[in-house]
């Protein structure tokens, strides 16, 4: 990701001056940026997410299968984004003796520094005066979970597909040529291959270009955003991930041909609860028809740009099947969020004027205290210590004998990734292979129940291997 932002930064730069000693400038002027990582990463990773999906669950044995082999732990549709992590987790595993979640929290807040520095540096460019009312409507929605240590392989992708928005927009302004916008959706699509649904809006720029007679550089960004993927398939065919894995394994083509797999069932109850968990990711969303008064906002090459972009990608989110549900696979739309946002604040600080900053502020504070409270929920785990739990440990032989059956009734006294869930029993404390996630997937009536309950709320079956377990 960084290496993309750098070489991006270094076209831009060299076209511009003539030479690179402009990357060279730590002038003041920076200060704010590098205050702006420092906090935002330190309070993303501070309230980093603890609450785990079903495919995060699964990372910790994907990549201890794979990393001795291969390496890495890799599939096509997140190449880039899962071999950054799987590498990262083998450096500090190895380093820190650091576990799979906390390796991914600690890259997802950083790239959360990066993220709102660049997103701060977007609303400049696109909104000059008026940036701070446009980046706090953008980052007051709930798409912004992503960098509070989200354990799942969409961060690292969104912080280059805003890039990708940033590049086009100085692009679109004529301050550098479609080449670095090229670059970063190319490498972006080999992060997660979702940012394929933005190849439209690539295009417009292309064909803009093309008809301005500027052909030359049209084509070599053309030829860019196809040699990326080609040579990034090509490489990962020759170390370790076949090609055809692409059409046999990968969601994009429904894992052999299967795309009715992938692609929604329509339902009324579906579709409520996307609308529902639009709102939450992307609120300022619903400003769009305000933005929209002024007809002659249509005429911005920078909204036609955001307004593709938003379309495919609101079509993807309504159209791809959400396999963990809605709620569980919210993250899958999370990128959803950063074409819309960026449109509607823009084109509504256009429309309300000067004072959009005071007209908008009670709204950005209901949505920032309502992104705000998600995230504090989703990082405590605070809630399960005290409640009660009926445990059942059953002991299996390995060819399925059946041993002993013990039950425990007792409060949950911690949580802990590597000593498991203690539960202060009558008899003493007692060891629980597993973690919150475990406990999530409960109902939250199942938390309270009283000690005359005969149903056990969670069950674990220790397997007996000759004299070890």
């Not at 060279?24 to 990463?41: E, G, M, R």
């Not at 991914?104 to 000059?128: D, E, I, P, T």
């Not at 990128?335 to 004027?353: D, Y």
Request: hydrophobic share 50%; glycine share 8%; aromatic share 12%.
């Amino acid at each position: 990701m960084l290496p993309v932002s750098l070489a991006a930064e270094t076209i831009h730069t060299w076209s511009t001056h003539g030479s690179l000693s402009p990357l060279c400038d730590v002038s003041p002027q920076k200060l704010p940026h590098v205050i702006l990582f420092t906090v935002a990463s330190s309070l993303c990773f501070f309230l980093r997410n603890n609450t785990l999906n079903a495919d995060a669950l699964l990372f910790a044995g994907n990549f201890a299968r794979d990393i001795p082999t291969l390496g890495a732990h890799l599939t096509h549709d997140e190449i880039l984004e899962l071999y950054v992590h799987s590498r990262f987790w083998a450096i500090t595993h190895a380093w820190f003796d650091w576990d799979v979640t906390l390796s991914y929290q600690v890259l997802s807040a950083l790239a959360g520094g990066v993220f709102f520095c660049v997103l701060l540096q977007h609303c400049k460019v696109l909104a000059g005066d008026q940036a701070a009312t446009l980046f706090c409507l953008v980052a007051s929605g709930g798409f912004i979970q992503l960098f509070f240590g989200d354990v799942e392989n969409y961060t690292l992708t969104a912080v280059l597909l805003l890039s990708y928005f940033f590049w086009s927009a100085l692009h679109l302004q004529g301050s550098c040529g479609p080449l670095a916008p090229s670059i970063c959706l190319g490498v972006a699509m080999m992060f997660h291959l979702l940012s394929g649904f933005l190849l439209p809006s690539l295009a417009y720029l292309l064909y803009r270009d093309w008809r301005r007679g500027n052909r030359t550089r049209a084509a070599t960004a053309t030829i860019a955003v196809i040699v990326i993927p080609v040579a990034t398939l090509t490489w990962f065919h020759l170390n370790g991930l076949p090609i055809q894995r692409l059409f046999y394994n990968s969601h994009a083509f429904g894992q052999g041909g299967n795309i009715g797999k992938v692609l929604v069932r329509p339902s009324f109850e579906y579709y409520a609860a996307i609308l529902n968990l639009g709102l939450l990711l992307m609120p300022v969303g619903t400003l769009l028809p305000l933005g929209f008064f002024r007809k002659s906002c249509f005429r911005n090459p920078l909204v036609r740009h955001l307004a593709i972009a938003s379309v495919t990608m609101v079509v993807y989110m309504c159209a791809w099947n959400a396999q963990l549900g809605v709620y569980e696979d919210w993250n899958l739309f999370a990128n959803v969020a950063l074409p819309v946002s960026i449109l509607a604040g823009f084109c509504t600080i256009k429309a309300v004027g000067r004072h959009s900053f005071i007209v908008l502020f009670p709204l950005m504070v209901m949505w920032a205290l309502h992104t705000g409270t998600w995230i504090v929920g989703n990082h405590h785990q605070q809630y399960y210590i005290g409640r009660t739990l009926r445990a059942r440990i059953e002991v299996v032989g390995v060819n399925g004998d059946k041993g002993s059956v013990n039950t425990y009734f007792g409060t949950i006294k911690s949580i802990d990734g590597k000593r498991g869930i203690i539960l202060a029993t009558q008899a003493g404390d007692i060891r629980l292979p597993g973690n919150v996630n475990a406990l999530t997937k409960m109902p939250r009536q199942c938390l309270c129940r009283n000690a005359g309950s005969e149903e056990a709320d969670f069950v674990v079956t220790w397997i007996k291997r000759s004299n070890q377990w």
